[in-house]
């Protein structure tokens, strides 16, 4: 690792989020999540998990803040529940909820850690779900109303704010294919839900600058697409389609004020009538952001294909005429994703190269693998194949610093094994092993290189 080296100043930091490490999901007056709900659905997800115990990280985070400080990391990037600080989405705020989160900044404070805050990492209050959720233009006012609450008790505190985690996750598996939470298999109702999440962030990044923030963004999760075929003019449109849903559906209205040119070829006619989208919104949705977070794991390839389902009525928002294409020649980890770090680079480079002085300063806000760890008869787990991939990505950043690209700051994921969304338990990101039954935390041989990397930075700047 000793020519792997980053700028003064670069922010090394882990990430974690509340409703995959928290559990207590009943504790001092949190309310119900759209999370609760879908893990109580019959095989939505993987084992029938839930949210507990998860990490009982509410009852057991000075641990955790302490393993933080032993990793040495600059920053850690963790969310807010929404439903612990305002239960119901709307009504009466809940201070048990809120001193929860000053509790655990102030620890990591007192730490040495900057916090990094993110509002939504996908744990809606159930009861905004059943007025519509994020169908609901309402839904993106009461978000905003959340942001202002948790701001002024934290803004004093927290430097670096983001308001949304992946929101194309929340949009296109939440409403569009319906493998996440809430689990609704849509069309146009998805599209709705995509562009009330970006008013939603332009609306909480309005409260957020009132209530003093001065670093604030929002985290996407960004893909590298390739054409299977790159002479095959029918695969560079499938693979624009892949990068219209995946990409430039937040890019374009956040950092241009304006929507895909690429969106009538990509939802036909699921844009429909667009009567969700008022005049004003998109200077809203466009304001000036301090960074744009890059969420990162692995590339896609893609070939044309055609509609799985023919009828427009039937078909859901992720259906666009493009299919997958494994790559053969790349190791795939647990989650079956391929590892080419370099398409890391490629991305940030051509971030840049798009958009040019709009683009924001970046941060790789997530960034990671997992793998089937196994504890060994002394209790320790040699991640050798993380090691591998974190510093492969690494070294991807450093090229694109190198080809003069604005990196900040790289954000491992994560921090601790956790609930890993539908797939549950199974999937462990963590650099730190837990053993769910004992709750026991034990730091893979990747944390220690982690650990040593962040301390040679230190050193040499
Ligand atoms: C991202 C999520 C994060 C985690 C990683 C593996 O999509 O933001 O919570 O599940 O994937």
Redesign the pocket.
């Known amino acids: 690792m000793a020519d792997l080296s980053f700028p003064p100043g670069f922010v090394f930091g882990a990430g974690t989020?509340a409703f995959?490490i928290e559990g207590a999901t009943a504790a001092d007056g949190r309310g119900p999540s759209i999370w609760d709900t879908f893990c109580a659905e019959p095989g939505r997800v993987a084992g029938g998990d839930t949210g507990e115990p998860a990490c009982e990280h509410y009852r057991r985070w000075p641990q955790d803040v302490e393993l933080l400080r032993r990793l040495g990391v600059d920053s850690y990037r963790f969310s807010v529940a929404w439903p612990r600080v305002r239960p119901t989405g709307s009504g009466a705020v809940n201070r048990a909820g809120l001193d929860f989160y000053e509790r655990l900044v102030d620890g990591l404070l007192a730490a040495g850690i900057e916090p990094a805050l993110t509002l939504y990492?996908w744990d809606l209050p159930q009861e905004l779900e059943d007025g519509g959720g994020w169908r609901a233009r309402d839904t993106a006012h009461r978000f905003a109303e959340y942001a202002a609450v948790v701001a002024g008790a934290l803004a004093d505190r927290v430097p670096r704010w983001t308001t949304l985690?992946?929101p194309w996750?929340s949009a296109f598996l939440g409403y569009g294919n319906g493998v996440h939470a809430p689990g609704v298999r849509s069309g146009t109702p998805a599209l709705a839900a995509a562009h009330h999440l970006l008013l939603g962030h332009g609306l909480a990044l309005e409260a957020l600058r009132a209530a003093g923030v001065r670093e604030a963004g929002i985290s996407l999760?960004l893909d590298h697409v390739s054409p299977a075929d790159p002479d095959s003019p029918a695969d560079a449109a499938a693979a624009l389609r892949a990068r219209t849903q995946r990409n430039l559906v937040w890019t374009e209205p956040l950092l241009r004020g304006r929507h895909p040119a690429s969106e009538a070829d990509t939802w036909g006619e699921l844009i429909g009538r667009q009567d969700f989208r008022r005049d004003g919104d998109l200077a809203v949705i466009a304001a000036p952001m301090d960074f744009l977070g890059v969420?990162y794991?692995t590339p896609a390839t893609v070939r044309a294909a055609p509609y799985a389902e023919p009828d427009p009525s039937l078909r859901d928002a992720t259906d666009n005429r493009f299919a997958h294409v494994r790559d053969p020649r790349a190791r795939h980890t647990a989650m079956d994703w391929a590892v080419v770090p370099d398409t890391l680079r490629e991305l940030l480079v051509g971030l840049r190269d798009e958009y040019g002085a709009a683009l924001p300063p970046l941060y790789v806000t997530?960034n990671g693998s997992a793998e089937d760890d196994l504890p060994g008869p002394d209790g320790t787990v040699r991640d050798t194949d993380r090691i591998a991939y974190l510093d492969g990505h690494l070294r991807a950043v450093a090229g694109a610093l190198a080809a003069g690209v604005d990196v900040r700051g790289y954000y491992l994921?994560s921090l601790l094994d956790n609930f890993?969304?539908s797939y549950g338990y199974g999937k462990r990101?963590g650099a730190v092993h837990v053993d769910y039954a004992t709750q026991r935390r034990t730091p893979k041989s990747s944390f220690a290189w982690y650990r040593e990397l962040i301390s040679r930075h230190r050193a040499s700047s």
């Open positions: 989020a995959q990492h985690n992946e996750c999760n969420n794991y997530e994921w890993e969304w990101f």
